[in-house]
């Protein structure tokens, strides 16, 4: 399988001209191919493109200075353009999993900025990084490569932090799990509750945001193109950094520690585009990372050979007693103690339904059919039974 391995790098000042003159060119080259597509009846071959956008406008003056910089991140970004729009056709035939996608969309110079590098356009030499007409980089490098990559990415972010990302081929890890298997409820004020009463905290984002809705505010006042907006623009470029490196970290601790200790994950089935839209969760409920989360133990769980589950979101796992299967039937948010009135069991809202979820997904849930019923004209709690329900404080 492949894994991705990123180091940060502090170029020189002549390095970082060379680069930006690199991310121009490789953002011309895709901007040219892009436009040659949108007024083409059919999609040309990437061949086709290659020749136009890159041997063809070498040798027009207003496109000479392609030659500066080398070809192999040209040609990559018209094969990544391919790329794109096949996506884009397998999405609209439904052969692409997930949310429908659009066209691709011309790049721009501010924002996220990058270069692609196959082998034959950079060389690892000891400590250092070749990378064609760039020079010799040094990356800071945290840990070892695993094996030799296959490309490498140079990422110039909005924050102007410069990385590179290789691409490494990595072998299974076959471990013994302690555990056979957890569910996992996630939330908001506790991240993640899991079936074996385990609990973990988020960090707390809110004074970050704070600060960069206040920037946000100041960066709409600003005139366009100055040099204090461009101030602005960085100083919340930053904060959102801070914000992503903080929840980054705390999720890839998580989910490692869940994978190795558990041979069978099992998640929720999240409608996270649909919550977002109450207007008085939404930026709450995108700090969390959710889909972070679960992208992060799926692919965990293939290197360390672990089962990774998904459960349908239709199921009512927080309506149903862990214990003996009876359902009660929604009730609101802020409760967040539930007693059952069928077993007289005392549940914490999140450790049931992460209880639940764990059942669903190894298929050891209970039998509720008969107190589903027994129980389906009552299925939101009646006055009697929200008087034995326990708020939160």
Known sequence: ???????????????????????????????DALAICKQSEKLPSNN?????????????PERSWLSDVSNIPL????????????????SLKGKRKGKKIGTPRFKKKTGKQSARFRIGGFSIKGDEVY?????????????????????VTVIKD?????????????????SQAKNQ???????????????????????DYSKKDRKIRKLQRKLARQKKDSKRREITRLRIARLHNQIADTRKDFLHKLSTKVVRENQTIVLEDLNVSGMVKNRKLARVISLQGWREFRVFCEAKSEKFNRDFRVINRWEPTSQTCSCCGYRWGKIDLSVRSVPCLNCNTEHDRDENAAKN???????????????WRWSKTTSVASVDEASKITHCP
Not at 7 to 25: E, I, N, S, V, W
Not at 167 to 172: D, L
Request: net charge positive.
């Open 1 to 31: 399988m492949k894994a991705r391995y990123q180091f940060r790098f502090y170029p020189t000042d002549q390095q970082q001209q060379l680069l930006a003159q690199l991310f121009g060119c490789v953002r011309v080259v895709w901007n």
């Open 48 to 60: 086709d493109l290659q020749k136009l956008v890159i041997t063809q406008a070498k040798k027009k």
């Open 75 to 90: 040609q990559q970004s018209v094969a990544d353009l391919g790329v794109a729009y096949k996506n884009f056709f397998d």
């Open 131 to 151: 990378l064609s007409k760039i020079g010799n980089i040094k990356p800071v490098w945290s840990r070892q490569l695993p094996s030799e990559p296959s490309s």
């Open 158 to 174: 909005c924050a102007n932090r410069y990385f590179l990302s290789f691409v490494v081929e990595v072998e299974p890890i076959q």
């Open 181 to 203: 298997s957890i569910g996992i409820d996630l939330g908001i004020k506790t991240f993640a509750v899991m079936s074996n009463g385990e609990k973990a905290i988020s960090p």
């Open 357 to 371: 979820i764990n059942k669903v997904g190894i298929g050891h849930c209970h039998d509720s059919k008969r107190t």
